[in-house]
T-cell receptor
Framework: NAGVTQTPKFQVLKTGQSMTLQCAQDMNHEYMSWYRQDPGMGLRLIHYSVGAGITDQGEVPNGYNVSRSTTEDFPLRLLSAAPSQTSVYFC????????????FGSGTRLTVV | DAKTTQPNSMESNEEEPVHLPCNHSTISGTDYIHWYRQLPSQGPEYVIHGLTSNVNNRMASLAIAEDRKSSTLILHRATLRDAAVYYCILRGLGGANSKLTFGKGITLSVRP
């Protein structure tokens, strides 16, 4: 049981480049989320999904797109990378309803130069 | 979103119990109380959750006040590996209410 798998683990981008951070879970979880964590800070919600085909914005959605075509996958797209997007990105998933705990991936460390 | 209030930091001695408090005075009847922790350079890790009754698992215990306006995460014997940031978060019922909103958490230091 792999849980939540994020790829890549590390990435360096140049300003203006685009890329997709991958997130996959094998637990048949309905809910999936993307967070970013800047150095010394807490986690901030970027986008989330309550099921395939349904996504919504979190606290800091600007500069990011998501889609949820399958239950398993929830990719995060950076449209035009900026240095302010340098951060560690975490994907998480959970079952439907509040009586489930979230499972987090190990993170993607992104540097934009 | 219903909010939680936690102290910024706490210190503990190794092998002693640790009680981490959390206030959530605006909790609604359907909000679950969740605790997560984040070890240095790692992603958050689920610890425990509860609704009304006290809960125990292999990692910790969760004591919930009768009025549900506060809760306490109990680590029965702190180890050096328990040094982390602990987050108390309310998770609601359905849709947008079911997302997790992280605060600053409590930074727990464990002295050898």
């Amino acid at each position: 049981n792999a849980g939540v798998t994020q790829t890549p683990k590390f990435q360096v981008l140049k300003t203006g480049q685009s890329m997709t951070l991958q997130c996959a879970q094998d637990m048949n979880h309905e809910y999936m989320s993307w967070y970013r964590q800047d150095p010394g800070m807490g986690l901030r919600l970027i986008h989330y999904s309550v099921g395939a085909g349904i996504t919504d914005q979190g606290e800091v959605p600007n500069g990011y797109n998501v889609s949820r075509s399958t239950t398993e996958d929830f990719p995060l797209r950076l449209l035009s990378a900026a240095p302010s997007q340098t951060s560690v990105y975490f994907c998480a998933s959970t079952g439907q309803g509040p009586n489930y705990g979230y499972t987090f991936g190990s993170g993607t460390r992104l540097t934009v130069v | 979103d219903a909010k939680t209030t936690q102290p910024n930091s706490m210190e503990s001695n190794e092998e002693e119990p640790v009680h981490l408090p959390c206030n959530h005075s605006t909790i609604s009847g359907t909000d679950y109380i969740h605790w997560y922790r984040q070890l240095p350079s790692q992603g958050p890790e689920y610890v425990i959750h509860g609704l009304t009754s006290n809960v125990n698992n292999r990692m910790a215990s969760l004591a919930i006040a009768e009025d549900r306006k506060s809760s306490t995460l109990i680590l029965h014997r702190a180890t050096l590996r328990d040094a982390a940031v602990y987050y108390c978060i309310l998770r609601g019922l359905g849709g947008a209410n079911s997302k997790l909103t992280f605060g600053k958490g409590i930074t727990l230091s464990v002295r050898p």
